[in-house]
């Protein structure tokens, strides 16, 4: 079993920066893909971007050049930093554990950007 807490989340202005994190519970950590995932009202939950045991990143093209996803094995703790802010942002943010047939998911941390 592996739990997932997010933090980070909050109310900023366009232009701005928030850092999300999301630390894991359990064992396996190290060995697993995260990821950033969000869902804004009305649409479906998409793809943000993930980080592989092995460091390679993938981004959505909506958020390449402007979000970094990164990890912390030591910590079982993955982030994400989230820069030059757009309200299109504005979305509940979910981070994911995948390993194999292992699919784990956190609550959620609401992110809204004010323009």
């Known amino acids: 079993q592996v739990q997932l807490v997010e933090s980070g989340g909050g109310l900023v202005q366009a232009g701005g920066s928030l850092r999300l994190f999301c630390t894991a519970s359990g064992n396996f950590f190290s060995i697993s893909t995260m990821g950033w995932y969000r869902q804004a009202p009305g649409k479906q939950r998409e793809l943000v971007a993930t980080i592989a045991h092995g460091g390679s990143t993938n981004y959505a093209d909506s958020v390449k050049g402007r979000f970094t996803i990164s990890r912390d094995n030591a910590k079982n703790t993955v982030y994400l930093q989230m820069n030059s802010l757009k309200p299109e942002d504005t979305a509940v943010y979910y981070c994911?554990?995948?390993?194999?047939?292992?699919?784990?998911w956190g609550q959620g941390t609401q992110v809204t950007v004010s323009s």
């Open positions: 994911n554990f995948k390993l194999v047939a292992l699919d784990y």
